[in-house]
């Protein structure tokens, strides 16, 4: 089944589960949550040490998720990650 997919990512949590997405044949990954967010709540965020390491770790994409803004893209994009993946910032855009 695996064949079928040009694209598989899965979302992380550490280092181990990072590695683990690689050895399973992932060609990118999702990490988080980064930044503290209103998603998750008395939830501790990774921080960026832990996207450092795994950006160094893992030769895959890895794109950064929870809490992130277009001001925090500067300091995801410096630990080595792929881009930022930002929800919460959208769903609370207003049109003017």
Request: net charge positive.
């Amino acid at each position: 089944v695996r064949a079928r997919f040009s694209l598989l990512g899965a979302s992380c949590h550490s280092l181990e589960e990072a590695q683990e997405a690689q050895a399973l044949g992932c060609t990118y990954l999702t990490l988080g949550h980064i930044f503290p967010t209103g998603c998750k709540p008395g939830v501790p965020p990774r921080g960026v040490e832990l996207l450092r390491q795994v950006c160094r770790a893992v030769p895959l994409p890895v794109y950064a998720i929870g809490g992130i803004t277009a001001e925090k893209m500067p300091q995801i994009l410096g630990t080595g990650a792929a881009g930022g993946c930002m929800m919460s910032g959208f769903m609370q855009l207003k049109e003017k």
